[in-house]
């Protein structure tokens, strides 16, 4: 698919179009125009690690996506993007460049029309790595907080006091 069919889609999910969700198509076309294809279930995997526009683009056109759990947040606050396909056995990162600072005078139109013009290896480092993908989402427990009396996964209960308790209320409770 064109990087403006692909813009379509995922403006379709994202809701408006702009610099940052951009980036999330070209990253997302680079990966189609390797072979890697949409991910129906678990099979293609995406570490992203910010939480920005651009993810949303991942989302709608590779199919990783938060809910199936093949869309994992690092909370490191960069622009990078790994991927690793189970059906391949392929792993690959893009990390963004350094923009030049004659972006900074262009609007933001100009910056999607830029960024859309762009080859990937002209925004991205792009990089084959080790086929080293997360484990598959698990399907756990879930038990009632003994305080709010909310369901909650087993895995995030915290015990104190001698009582099993959500975050939240181990949060309130601590104070
Ligand atoms: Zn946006
Ligand atoms: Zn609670």
Redo the contacts with the bound molecule.
Sequence with gaps: MEAKELMEKAVRF???I?P??TIGVLAAKYMLDQGYAYSPNEELVAIVENDN?SV?ALQAILGTTFGKGNLIHKDYGKNNFTFYDRRTEKGVRLSIKIRKSRDKKLTRDEKVQFLLNSKPEDIFNINDIDYNPPGLAQIEESRPCELCGEITMVSRLMIYNNSEMCIPCYRKTRK
């Design positions: 994202h809701g408006h702009c940052g969700l526009c949303d």
